[in-house]
Structures are given as C-alpha cells and as structure tokens.
C-alpha cells in the first residue's frame, strides 16, 4: 500500500529516475484507504478507553474494599471519583464546540 501512495517512480533509458505524479484515480483509491485506516484505528481508540474505564473502576472499588488499608482522605477521593465516572454524563456535540 506504501508503493501505492509514493509517486510512480520510471526509469529512463540513462538510468536516471523520473517521477511521474499519481492519477486522480490512484490518489481518490488513497484517500479511501486512509479514510478506512483512520475510522478503524478510531474504532479501536474508543474500545481501548472503555477498556481503561473498566480498569480504573475496578481498582477503585478495591481501595473502597480495602480502605482501612488506606488514608481515608484518599478513599473518599475514590469514592467521589468512582459516583463521578458511573453518573450520567451528556457529552457537548461537536457543533456546540466549533460555535463557543
């Protein structure tokens, strides 16, 4: 897929190396496959940090389990940390942002 997204690259009868630039074909043909790259790897950035949120909960419900083990000043951060991350929080759509 690299070769694709290089110039095309033709050699002369001295040996010398012309490029020539890539069709609107090949460069719409590029733009598809990056586009695709770039969804997928936003797809997997997306299941990465549900995967982190799941982490970080578990191991504050295990300081809560285990808080006399720990300065309570600390367990109650967990505690008001872990209500902040399990309410419902509507996220800004992406209009209101490019507007503010």
């Known amino acids: 897929m690299e070769s694709n ?3 095309k690259v033709v050699a002369t009868e001295q040996g010398m ?3 020539q630039p890539l069709s ?3 460069l719409k043909q590029i733009c598809v496959e990056q ?3 770039l969804q997928k790897a936003g797809q997997e950035i997306g299941f990465l940090r549900e995967q982190l949120d799941v982490a970080k909960l578990q191991f504050l419900f295990k300081v ?3 808080s006399s083990s ?3 000043e600390f367990v109650i ?3 008001e940390y872990i209500e902040k991350m399990m309410s419902f929080q509507p996220q ?3 209009t209101e942002e490019v507007t503010n």
Do not use: H
């Open 35 to 37: 586009q695709q790259q």
């Open 92 to 94: 800004e759509s992406k």
């Open 5 to 7: 997204q290089e110039a």
């Open 70 to 72: 720990f300065n309570s």
């Open 24 to 26: 609107y074909d090949e």
């Open 17 to 19: 190396v012309k490029q």
């Open 64 to 66: 809560v389990e285990l």
């Open 77 to 79: 951060k967990c505690t």
